[in-house]
């Protein structure tokens, strides 16, 4: 059960760090559009190919693949908006997670 719970918020987490990044150190016109857009993006991938109950979801590894890439991506994205501490907490505790889920299921 914890690591459902675990899993949501990172997923959370996963969609609030790309928004971040989106919309920092950019003009108007383009945080809108990264801010806003990047998570939209991300919402579609994961819906498509990683959600639960998804028809097209994908199987290990590449399930494991896709989450690793969402998660390192944004990871980098919040290192590279100058928060270093929250990237390096959403990377480790994705990683821990995506890899515990792929050797449990």
Known sequence: MFHMVLAFALELALLAAFGYWGFHDKKTPEKYLFGLGAPVLVIIIWGIWAAPKSEHRLQQPFLMVLKLALFGTAA??????????????????????????????
């Open 76 to 105: 980098v994205g919040l290192h590279r908006a100058g928060q270093s501490g929250p990237a390096i907490l959403l990377a480790v505790l994705a990683a821990i997670t995506i890899v515990l889920e792929y050797l449990w299921y």
